[in-house]
C-alpha cells in the first residue's frame, strides 16, 4: 500500500466516520494499521470509535498510545480529556484540555470543553471565563453560548444568563424552529394571535407555562402548543386559551415564542421571577374520585414519592435515585406514602425497603392531569428533579425536592429555598453522590413534620 493509498483509505474511513458508519470506519483505520502498526494517527481515530462506542477503557488505552507515539498531538489531547471528562476523572481531563491548548491555542472547541469541565465542578466563574474565551475564537459558537448561559443563570445572572440562552435553538442537540412567523419582542399584541409552544422537558414545560398569564396582559388571543401528556392539565389552567397538543395543525397566528424564551422577552431578573403559586390545579372532579378512593388513609399523612428523572436526560446518572435508598423515610410514622414514578424505575414500587407502606396507584395515571388530581389529595410530595416537584410546586403544594452537588442551572446555589417556588424546599448533596446525607436530612424533616402536623 502506497502513502497516497494510504492517505486514500484514511479519507474514506473519515468520510464513513463522519457519517456516523462507525464500524465500516474502524476497519478501514485497521487496514492502516496492519501496514503502519505505530500510525498514530489511526490509532487515535480508533481511540475515537471506541469512545463513542462507549468502550472508554479501550478508548484511553488506544489515545494514550498515539500520545506516547506523536507528543504533540493536540487533538489526541483534546480527546483525551472528553473521555476523562465521560469517566468522571475531571481533574485528569481538565489537565488533558489544557494540553491541548497549550499545543493549539486557537482550539474553540478545547476551551468549550474546559468550560463544561470546570461547570461539572463548580467552578461557575472559570467556566463562564473559558466559554467566553471559546466565543473570543469563534464568535458564532453555540454550543460555547448555550454553556455559558447555563453558567450564568446558575450563578443567578439571569439577564446575560437568558440573552445566551437564546442560542439553544442553534446547538445540534436542539431541533430547529422552522416557523415562518416573527418571534415575539414583548409588545402589545391588540388583535393579533401568539403561539406559545413548549420545549425540552415536562418539568420545563410546568415550570414556565406560568408566563401564559403574563402573556395574556399583553392583549391578544393565545394558543398554547403541548405535548399531549400535558393537554388537559394546561387546559384546566389557561381556560381563555386554545390547546394545541404536537403534530397535530395549528390554527393561524401572528407570533411565536417558546415558554423558555419567556423569561428574556418579559425581562425576568432574579427580584421579578413570577413566583405566585398555585398557577395549575386539579379538575376537581378528577381530585373528588381520589379524594373518596383514600379514604381509608384518612388518619395519616399522605407523602407522595417519585426517586428518578427521565433517563435521556444529560445528569440523570446524577440527579436520579433508586426507591431503596429512600428506605431511611420509613421510618417516620403514620405515614402512607403513595407513588408518583412513572416509567421503568416505577418496576421498583413493587419491592418496597421494609416498613415502607407504598400504595400504588400509577396505572390510573394516564396524563399530568390524572397526576396533578392525585397530588391534590396529598399532604406532601418528596421526589428528585424530575417533572413531578415542577407540578406539586406549580399547585402550590409542599414539595421537599432532593438535588444533586451540581444541580440544574434553575436551582441556583446554596439557598434551601427556590425562587420559583414558594411551598418547595431544597435538600442539597454537600458533595458528589452523597445521597446518604441526603436522605438522612429528610428522612429527620420528615418525623419532625409529622409530629408538627399533629399537634
Not at 14 to 34: K, M
Amino acid at each position: 500500500m502506497a502513502q497516497s493509498t494510504i492517505q486514500e483509505v484514511f479519507d474514506l474511513a473519515g468520510q464513513h466516520h463522519r457519517a456516523g458508519r462507525l464500524q465500516e470506519a474502524e476497519n478501514l483505520y485497521r487496514q492502516i494499521l496492519a501496514r503502519q502498526p505505530q500510525n498514530p494517527h489511526a490509532i487515535h481515530l480508533l481511540g475515537v470509535i471506541a469512545h463513542q462506542m462507549r468502550r472508554n477503557d479501550v478508548a484511553l488505552d488506544l489515545i494514550r498510545r498515539a500520545i506516547a507515539l506523536h507528543p504533540n498531538f493536540p487533538e489526541a489531547y483534546s480527546n483525551l480529556g472528553s473521555v476523562l471528562k465521560n469517566q468522571g476523572q475531571l481533574d485528569e481531563a481538565l489537565a488533558a484540555y489544557r494540553q491541548a491548548v497549550a499545543l493549539n491555542a486557537n482550539a474553540f472547541e478545547v476551551f468549550f470543553n474546559i468550560g463544561g469541565t470546570l461547570h461539572a465542578q463548580g467552578k461557575f466563574d472559570e467556566a463562564i471565563a473559558a466559554y467566553r474565551q471559546a466565543i473570543a475564537l469563534r464568535p458564532d459558537y453555540p454550543e460555547a453560548h448555550h454553556g455559558l448561559s447555563l453558567s450564568l443563570l446558575t450563578i443567578g445572572d439571569l439577564e446575560q444568563g437568558w440573552k445566551e440562552y437564546e442560542w439553544r435553538s442553534q446547538c445540534k442537540d436542539f431541533p430547529p424552529r422552522k416557523i415562518r412567523q416573527p418571534m415575539w419582542d414583548g409588545s402589545d399584541l391588540g388583535d393579533r394571535t401568539i403561539l406559545l409552544y413548549t420545549e425540552q422537558g415536562f418539568g420545563d414545560a410546568i415550570q414556565f407555562i406560568r408566563y401564559w398569564s403574563l402573556v395574556a396582559q399583553r392583549g391578544g388571543k393565545i394558543i398554547i402548543g403541548c405535548p399531549p401528556e400535558l393537554q388537559r392539565l394546561f387546559q384546566i389552567a389557561a381556560g381563555g386559551c386554545q390547546i394545541v397538543t404536537n403534530g397535530r395543525q395549528l390554527p393561524a397566528f401572528d407570533f411565536h415564542c417558546p415558554v423558555l424564551s419567556l423569561p428574556r422577552v418579559l425581562g425576568t431578573t432574579r427580584s421579578s421571577i413570577p413566583n405566585s403559586a398555585p398557577y395549575l390545579r386539579a379538575d376537581p372532579d378528577d381530585a373528588a374520585k381520589w379524594q373518596r378512593r383514600m379514604n381509608d388513609h384518612s388518619s395519616r399523612a399522605k407523602v407522595g414519592l417519585a426517586w428518578s428523572g427521565r433517563p435521556t436526560h444529560t445528569n440523570d446518572q446524577n440527579r436520579s435515585v433508586s426507591l431503596k435508598a429512600l428506605a431511611p423515610l420509613a421510618r417516620a410514622s403514620d405515614v402512607s406514602f403513595f407513588n408518583l414514578q412513572k416509567g421503568a424505575a416505577a418496576e421498583q414500587a413493587k419491592d418496597p425497603p421494609a416498613g415502607m407502606e407504598l400504595i400504588d396507584w400509577t396505572s390510573d395515571l394516564n396524563d399530568f392531569a390524572d397526576t396533578a388530581a392525585l397530588i391534590a389529595n396529598l399532604d406532601l410530595v418528596i421526589a428528585v428533579d424530575t417533572a413531578v416537584v415542577h407540578l406539586a410546586g406549580a399547585m402550590g403544594k409542599p414539595v421537599w425536592t432532593l438535588l444533586p452537588f451540581l444541580p440544574d442551572w434553575r436551582w441556583a446555589l446554596e439557598q434551601d429555598r427556590s425562587p420559583w417556588y414558594p411551598t418547595m424546599r431544597l435538600f442539597r448533596q454537600p458533595a458528589k453522590g452523597d445521597w446518604d446525607s441526603v436522605v438522612a436530612r429528610v428522612a429527620d424533616a420528615l418525623s419532625i413534620w409529622v409530629k408538627d402536623r399533629a399537634v
